[in-house]
């Protein structure tokens, strides 16, 4: 075996992606979307308003210059209360009739009827105040709801919380994703994972939303049990191996800023859990904010409650919060953040140009929304003095008056201290043989100039330091964007690291994080003998899927003498983008082959890959684990492909490539070689094979007849396309077509 480098990474984190909002959540216009459905129907939808029932409908999105039309979505009622209001809200689902399809990379869209709030802008103030404070928020924006042809009214289009959004912000959607609802504590109720599938009436309080087969709790256990079990000198650095503590903070920020009563801190509701798998924690992520802004159903002061005793007394404690507030360097970091939004996003020279931007913008639609007026008798003059006055009722504040109040309540009852730097986001290059090692960390603080750095041990050697920048010269990304960036050169074979950042600022505070050094190393690689046997870049009637669509295709075989997991190691076709896509949980033995479609179609299966091959030229690559630095296994840079002809090696796993107008996806390249006979010219195209699901699938209809192993004959079918194989026993059978075409087929 040939030996290798590779890297473990023990901790890494990353900073979440923010998606731009064009062209579906474009601010600037009011866009419309029509939704046409059978009248009927609708009928059926409004006077069955507790149904989840999904209706086909036809979607059109126009914002003047983006004009789609999507068919056969699915359409129904969306919310809680709302479902009983006269106006509704609506949930638009592009996949639930066409499994895997997606409109701008969205799988569901929210149209929110905001039937509460007379402005019909709070929600959306929340949703922006959010994302301009950086923590991961769905894009939201204002339109215009057309239902067969009939204006149904204004409305605020908002992303949807699934694995799409988590994908989004986080690159990654195979973590576990949890829906909390009231009664949503986060109180501790035991080691058992069982506990915390607690129901009220028909639905969990803790909602699995990802990985339901599997539905494990185990992370979300662990998480409750480190909440509210660590001890308090312990807390900081055992939550954030688990939670994304910093930015949650900002939330508590903005949450007790819009007086939103109807989450977590006050009321045990609307938020999500994801469990980020590329850093090991959990995210916290807002849900539900139209009852924010001086809108209460309480009987409470929003705008002046303290800012450190937001919780609702005399009920379940909440953990999350109070427990954060209990810690004095948690609650001057929090103090910190609200500061900075009180006296900056939100402050009302920053927040009113924006309130009256968006009521002019939306005034028109207003006038004439049927729906507007039927819940609480609102009339147009009631939409403009919402901005500037209470109007009475669950509305106790304008939008205006509130922003003042809850500022001055704020800046008078902010106890500010000097924090300690804020670290976060640290992440790391992999640590490659004669390449420089890049670390970045996040670091804030009242001083806009700390002093970072980079500290070190390489090989148990003595600690070393050096400055990290924020300079964009340093891998650091933008200049002054709080990003810094450190390198250590000199990187060579079986080197280990332990890494920490120090930050130190001008009052002499100092934070060192993590808690505990990252640990990397490098050890060998076995570096199995895994090839890219043959691959097809331009494949139009040669061999088709499981689906009868003709993709690109790539073959590996092991050559090896003994088995090779993969999964664990990528295939990409970017020798620069060396994780591109993990192949599947299966094991190749010594001299077998498997086949890959490399069709950009993930969601088909898991020999489908996230890629194309162009017929004009690529590359293809293995690449070893993550956790191995993804060393190179095998790979290949080729030129243009003919059609129908795949490129392989010869022998199998061997030095030369050529063309093969004979091609053995599945075999041995050899099988037929040095006759002129083309191997599938006789042989029946049938797919997968061997075969190991239900369906066999054959490309075109034919008259076909199945024989076993002893030459039984097991079936006959006349212009079929595709084979139920569900009942047979595995081992091998033989199909003949009437072209005189048969195949060995092998069932596992």
């Not at 359409?75 to 809200?89: A, E, I, P, V």
């Not at 803790?206 to 480190?226: C, G």
């Not at 309540?409 to 640290?426: A, C, E, G, R, T």
Request: glycine fraction near 6%; hydrophobic fraction near 35%; include cysteine.
């Amino acid at each position: 075996m040939m030996m290798g480098l590779v890297l473990i990474p023990f901790f890494v984190t990353s900073q979440p992606e923010f998606p731009a909002d064009d062209p579906v959540f474009i601010d600037e216009v009011v866009p419309r979307v029509d939704i046409f459905i059978n009248p009927d129907t609708l009928d059926w939808i409004y006077a069955n308003v507790e149904s989840y029932q999904e209706f086909h409908a036809i979607f059109v999105f126009n914002n003047g210059t983006t004009i789609d039309t999507m068919n056969d979505v699915g359409f129904r009622l969306r919310g809680n209360t709302s479902r009983y209001s006269q106006k509704k809200s609506f949930k638009v689902s592009f996949n639930t009739f066409e499994t895997g399809r997606k409109w701008h990379g969205l799988e569901k869209l929210n149209l929110n009827g905001e039937h509460n709030d007379p402005s019909v802008a709070r929600a959306k103030f929340c949703w922006d105040l959010l994302r301009q404070f950086e923590i991961p928020a769905p894009r939201s924006n204002h339109v215009q709801v057309y239902i067969n042809n009939n204006y149904y009214g204004l409305y605020i289009s908002t992303e949807h919380i699934d694995e799409e959004f988590v994908e989004s912000r986080f690159g990654n959607k195979n973590g576990n994703l949890y829906k909390c609802l009231w009664p949503a504590d986060l109180n501790y109720l035991g080691s058992n994972p069982e506990s915390y599938k607690v129901t009220i009436g028909d639905r969990r309080v803790y909602d699995l939303r990802t990985n339901t087969e599997e539905d494990n709790y185990s992370d979300i256990a662990h998480f409750i049990d480190v909440l509210n079990n660590t001890p308090d000198d312990e807390f900081i650095c055992e939550m954030e191996k688990i939670f994304n503590l910093e930015d949650y903070l900002k939330v508590i920020a903005i949450d007790i800023f819009t007086g939103n009563w109807d989450g977590y801190i006050y009321n045990k509701n609307n938020f999500y859990l994801y469990h980020n798998t590329a850093t090991g924690k959990f995210e916290y992520i807002p849900y539900d904010l139209d009852n924010t802004l001086g809108i209460d159903w309480l009987d409470r002061d929003w705008a002046r409650r303290d800012m450190y005793d937001w919780e609702q007394h005399g009920d379940e404690v909440r953990p999350l919060y109070t427990r954060i507030i209990g810690i004095p360097e948690l609650k001057d970091q929090y103090s910190f953040y609200m500061n900075e939004l009180t006296t900056t996003f939100a402050s009302e020279a920053a927040f009113f140009p924006i309130i009256d931007a968006t009521r002019n913008k939306i005034a028109p639609y207003i006038v004439n929304d049927p729906f507007y007026p039927l819940d609480y008798g609102y009339t147009y003059a009631d939409f403009l003095t919402s901005y500037t006055a209470p109007l009475g009722g669950h509305v106790d504040y304008g939008l205006k008056p509130y922003v003042h109040v809850r500022d001055s309540s704020n800046l008078s009852q902010l106890d500010l201290n000097n924090i300690k730097p804020i670290v976060k986001y640290i992440d790391h290059s992999y640590l490659i043989p004669g390449q420089n090692f890049v670390v970045t960390a996040f670091a804030e603080d009242e001083d806009n100039s700390p002093e970072v750095k980079l500290l070190y041990r390489k090989n148990n050697g003595a600690l070393q330091s050096d400055f990290m920048y924020d300079d964009g010269e340093h891998e650091d990304g933008q200049p002054g964007d709080n990003i810094y960036g450190g390198i250590i050169s000199g990187i060579t074979n079986n080197t280990s690291l332990e890494i920490q950042i120090s930050v130190v600022d001008n009052f002499g505070y100092t934070s060192m994080k993590p808690c505990e050094p990252i640990e990397i190393a490098l050890i060998p690689s076995e570096n199995p003998e895994l090839f890219i046997n043959e691959f097809m870049a331009s494949n139009d009637s040669a061999i088709a899927d499981e689906y009868g669509e003709y993709d690109d295709w790539i073959e590996l075989y092991n050559g090896d003498d003994i088995p090779v997991w993969l999964g664990d190691k990528y295939l990409s076709d970017n020798l620069s983008n060396t994780n591109k896509w993990l192949m599947p949980d299966i094991t190749l033995q010594p001299g077998e082959f498997i086949l890959f479609w490399a069709d950009s179609d993930p969601e088909q299966g898991i020999k489908h890959t996230n890629f194309k091959l162009s017929e004009e030229g690529d590359d293809i690559g293995i690449f070893d684990s993550e956790a191995t630095g993804f060393y190179t296994i095998d790979s290949i840079v080729f030129g243009t492909q003919s059609l129908d002809v795949s490129f392989g090696r010869n022998p199998d796993g061997g030095a030369l490539w050529k063309f093969y107008p004979v091609f053995t996806p599945g075999y041995s390249n050899t099988s037929g070689a040095g006759t002129g006979e083309n191997k599938f010219e006789n042989i029946l195209p049938a797919y997968p094979n061997p075969v190991c699901s239900d369906w066999v699938y054959l490309g075109e209809k034919m008259d076909v007849k199945l024989y076993n192993s002893t030459g039984e004959l097991i079936l006959t079918g006349e212009q079929i396309d595709q084979i139920n194989v569900h009942q047979l026993q595995p081992g091998l059978y033989l199909i003949i077509n009437d072209k005189g075409q048969s195949v060995k087929l092998i069932i596992q």
